[in-house]
Every structure is written in structure tokens, then in C-alpha cells.
């Protein structure tokens, strides 16, 4: 059975990617290198989501994988597993020029897509990167935001397309590596997403994100 869902799953997912491959739907597709649809075990329990992809992720089709990257990678190996182990995307799908903030009728256009990810994925718990990943999924999910500062690393409940979902935001990597003294809160924050994700469950992360229940 589990082996059909993941089936499933697989088959879902990379239709979306061919669209996201394909996509004419905002002016970035203008000026794009590749698509980065996004990337990691459909069957995990943690969902990370960033902004947008940038000169590294556009360059590769992958996403986080500059220097931001890097330390996202570190950060999620303090939780005892592997990136690889997680899935992880961003908001708009398409590198905003310049690395320039997504405009609201890009995000729109790509909400669509990332609705669908995590409907499939529909993990336990979403980890948004920044301000403008989290401002996102708040609204989509009927929470309101305030400050960054205000709310990172706290657990907040929402649902999305009538799912409910655990939401998490912290900082976006790449703040850190212009604000040192950042980086600490950011492992603080990952702490805590440990906790929540191990919340009921008396065993090893890496087991629970891949083969526990919700």
C-alpha cells in the first residue's frame, strides 16, 4: 500500500513539474534559466518553503543550493537527518530578476502549484524561510502576521485546502549570512521544529518523518 501512494505521489508530482517546466503564466518565465520546481522525499513529515530561487538554484534547477543552501543544509542535520529526507521548494518557482522580492501577481500565479505540493506531500509540519514565504502561507492558511521577530520559531495552526497543518516560520538562511547574529536563532528555531516533529512519537526522527502517522 505504501508503495502505491508514493506511486501515486511520484506521478502527481512530476506532472506539476512539467507544467512548472512549461509555465508562461507571469513575466518571469522571460528571463528564467531553468524552473525550480522544487525537490525530496514526498513522504516526509517536514516541508521547508523559501521565496524564490536565485542565480545558484536558477542555474541548477535546484532549490537552496548556494551558500543559504548550505547552511539550510547544516540546520537540517542538527534535527538528526538528512536533507534528503525533507522536501523543499519556495513560493515562486521562477528566479525574480536581480534576486529582486517576488511581485504579488508572480506569487499568484504560482500559489497554484505549491497548493498542489503540499497536497500531496501534506506534511505534518511546514517550515517557512522568511518574510515573504511566511506572509504567504499565513494568508493562504487564515493566520495573521506580524514581525519576524515576533513569531519565528513559534508553532502556529492553520489549514490549507481544508488541511490542517502545523506551521512553523524562522528567517531565511540567507539573512544569517548577512546577520550573524542570526544564525543562532536559526538553530534555535530548528530545536524546536525537532521537538514538534517528535512531539508523540518515542523513536528516532529519521524513522518518524519517513514511516510514522501523522
Not at 94 to 102: A, F, H, K, S
Not at 109 to 119: A, D, E, F, G
Not at 169 to 191: C, E, G, M, S, V
Not at 194 to 213: R, S, T, V
Amino acid at each position: 500500500m505504501c508503495n502505491v501512494i508514493l506511486m501515486n505521489k511520484e506521478k502527481l508530482m512530476q506532472k506539476i513539474v512539467e507544467e512548472i517546466r512549461t509555465c508562461k503564466k507571469c513575466k518571469l518565465y522571460q528571463s528564467r534559466t531553468n524552473t525550480v520546481p522544487g525537490e525530496g522525499d514526498l513522504n516526509t513529515k517536514i516541508m521547508f518553503i523559501g521565496e524564490a530561487p536565485g542565480a545558484r538554484e536558477d542555474a541548477t534547477g535546484r532549490p537552496f543550493v548556494g551558500a543559504a543552501g548550505k547552511l539550510l543544509t547544516q540546520l537540517i542535520e542538527t534535527m538528526g537527518i538528512k536533507r534528503d529526507d525533507v522536501y523543499i521548494t519556495n513560493i515562486v518557482k521562477c528566479r525574480p530578476p536581480g534576486n529582486r522580492d517576488p511581485q504579488p501577481d508572480e506569487i499568484y500565479s504560482c500559489l497554484p502549484y505549491l497548493k498542489r505540493q503540499i497536497n500531496i506531500i501534506y506534511p505534518k509540519i511546514i517550515v517557512t524561510l522568511g518574510r515573504h514565504a511566511t506572509k504567504t502561507i499565513f494568508e493562504i492558511a487564515g493566520i495573521t502576521f506580524r514581525s519576524m521577530s515576533n513569531i519565528h520559531g513559534n508553532e502556529f495552526k492553520g489549514k490549507i485546502d481544508g488541511k490542517h497543518i502545523t506551521i512553523v516560520p524562522t528567517y531565511h538562511p540567507a539573512a544569517a549570512l548577512y546577520n550573524p547574529n542570526l544564525r543562532q536563532i536559526l538553530f534555535n528555531d530548528f530545536k524546536v521544529i525537532k521537538e514538534l516533529a517528535n512531539k508523540g512519537y518515542k523513536g528516532p526522527l529519521d524513522y518518524f518523518i519517513q514511516k510514522g502517522d501523522r
